[in-house]
Nanobody, 135 residues
């Protein structure tokens, strides 16, 4: 299984980016796929996910919410996972990593540091793409 992200970059606050994750070799009929983000020095967390039933999840905590700004989607025919990110804020600056598993994804990465090339012992992972939001 291989996952390859693209679409990261630098953008001003209020701008938009679309991340893509091309997934190959993943043949599970039941699955959940998602995007995690990692800020150096902070724990990584699940930002958005979509499962084989089409159910979506978006991080929506009081201090950190992407709901209403980010949209996750899956193009089944080409096995590409997307995340459209609108109204970007400086606090969205992070490395973004796509993941896929045949069971529900966890909302955190445990002790693994994605930005140090560590990966949790669940799911298949991509190498990541950097998003920087700055004026």
């Amino acid at each position: 299984v291989q996952l390859q992200e693209s679409g990261g970059g630098s953008v001003q606050p209020g701008g938009s980016l679309r991340l893509s994750c091309t997934i190959s070799g993943f043949t599970f009929e039941k699955f959940e796929m998602g995007w995690y983000r990692q800020v150096p020095g902070k724990q990584c967390d699940l930002v958005a996910s979509i499962n084989s039933n089409g159910h979506t999840y978006y991080k929506d905590s009081k201090k950190d919410s992407v709901k209403g700004r980010f949209t996750i989607s899956l193009e089944n025919a080409r096995n590409i996972l997307y995340m459209q990110m609108n109204s970007l804020k400086p606090e969205d600056t992070a490395g973004y990593y796509c993941a896929a598993d045949s069971i529900p994804l966890l909302v955190g990465c445990g002790a693994a540091r994605l930005d140090e090339n560590q990966r949790p012992d669940f799911a298949y992972w991509g190498r990541g793409t950097q998003v920087t939001v700055s004026s």
